[in-house]
């Protein structure tokens, strides 16, 4: 009887000793996934958070405008920012027109990763000779995206829901 308790102690403890050092092994690969993800957060927070320049090509790639992406204290991220014709300086293709043709943003951003945005609020554009000068509104959720060796994040949803063109809205990194 002795020898079959001390038998059945000893199966039991082999049998708990895999998945107590599996249970270490995952928490140990947990925590560093954790760390991996804070490294790649904090990369990405130092790329997105701060002053950016701010495009249309309708307007200009010459004179730029630009926005501003804030960490907010509740962890949110806030963009707000625009590009306005009339800052055009004379001489540029948009200078030599006298319009008020812009491209504004507002609302928050989420940051997938350092390529990666989304934005969720308005984007807001009037160009002169899209929709008769009148402005088209955008509200919703949108992609902000960078590929190669660009150095802003485009707009993916490039076309325009009134007139049928292509806008490039593009943030360029800092």
């Given at each position: ?42 990369s990405a927070d130092s790329r997105v958070v701060g ?44 200078g030599n027109i006298d319009n008020d043709d812009y ?72």
């Open positions: 009887m002795k020898n079959f308790i001390f038998t059945m102690l000893i199966a039991l403890l082999v049998g708990s000793l895999p998945s107590t050092i599996e249970a270490k092994t995952k928490k140990k690969t947990t925590r560093k996934h954790r760390t991996e993800q804070d490294a790649r957060r904090l002053k950016h320049m701010l495009t249309l090509q309708w307007i200009s790639w010459e004179s730029y405008g630009s926005v501003e992406i804030k960490k907010e204290t509740d962890g949110t991220y806030s963009c707000h920012g625009e590009q306005l014709a009339r800052n055009c300086p004379k001489g540029t293709e948009q491209v504004k943003l507002n609302g928050t951003i989420e940051i997938v990763d350092r390529n990666h945005l989304i934005f969720t609020g308005e984007i807001r554009t009037k160009v002169y000779h899209i929709n008769n000068g009148q402005e088209v509104l955008r509200e919703g959720t949108f992609n902000f995206v960078t590929k190669e060796n660009r150095h802003y994040w485009r707009l993916q949803e490039m076309k325009n829901p009134i007139d049928e063109c292509i806008d490039y809205i593009d943030i360029y990194f800092k």
